[in-house]
Structure formats: C-alpha cells, structure tokens
C-alpha cells in the first residue's frame, strides 16, 4: 500500500503562486507514475499533470500548461506542483495520485490505484 498526504494549498489572488507538495509513504518503490488532479465544486476530477518516477514524460492538460510544472523526487518519494499565474478557474480541491504500472492513460481517474485527500486551492479575483 501507498500512503499520499498533500499540503501547500491556500488563498492567493489572481496572478499569484502556489507549490503543492505531495509526500509518499508505505510502498513507495512500486509507484511508476504519480499526477495531480483536481475537482471544483459541482465538477467532475479532472487531470492536470502527470509525471514518470525518472522524471521524464511530463504531461499536462491544456488548461494548465506554460503556467503549472510538475516535478518529482522520487527518492524522497516527493511530488510537486508549481502553480503560476493562477486564475479564479483554478480553484479546486487539487489531489495527488499514483499508479503501480509504467503504462497508463493519464487523464483516467480510474487508472489510478493510490490516492491522497487533496489540499484546497481558492484563487480570488
């Protein structure tokens, strides 16, 4: 079993900066994969970026590339999400996820076997 605890969310005005932080636990040599999701009131999960263990193929839904990176410490067992220009669309419960298995369809809730409990981001306008 993986254990994922996120942190780093918080209030910050349209333009500001988050980092999101997401710390592995417990079975942490079988994660393949690790992304950041995130859910807003009344919205389905969404995807927002993936990463591979080595820190290679990084990938990133449209509404959030040139403005958010991923990156990974894979041996902290450490995932991060740096978040810049954020706009009030932004706002979102934002939830870390990892997956046992090199092949997987990024941007599918269900290919996804570990979750954490999410962190809330709230941008204002």
């Known amino acids: 079993q993986v254990q994922l605890v996120e942190s780093g969310g918080g209030l910050v005005q349209e333009g500001g900066s988050l980092k999101l932080s997401c710390q592995a636990s417990?079975?942490?040599?079988?994660?393949?994969?690790m992304a950041w999701f995130r859910q807003a009131p009344g919205k389905e999960r969404e995807f927002v970026s993936g990463?591979?263990?080595?820190?290679?193929?990084?990938y990133y839904s449209d509404s959030v590339k040139g403005r958010f990176t991923i990156s990974i410490d894979y041996a902290r067992g450490m995932l991060y999400l740096q978040m810049q220009e954020l706009i009030p669309d932004d706002t979102a419960m934002y939830y870390c996820?990892?997956?046992?298995?090199?092949?997987?369809?990024?941007?599918?809730?269900?290919?996804?076997?570990?979750w954490g409990h999410g962190t809330q981001v709230t941008v204002s306008s």
């Open positions: 996820a990892a997956h046992p298995q090199y092949a997987i369809n990024w941007g599918s809730r269900g290919a996804y076997d570990y």
């Open positions: 417990g079975r942490t040599s079988t994660i393949e994969v």
């Open positions: 990463i591979r263990k080595s820190g290679t193929g990084r």
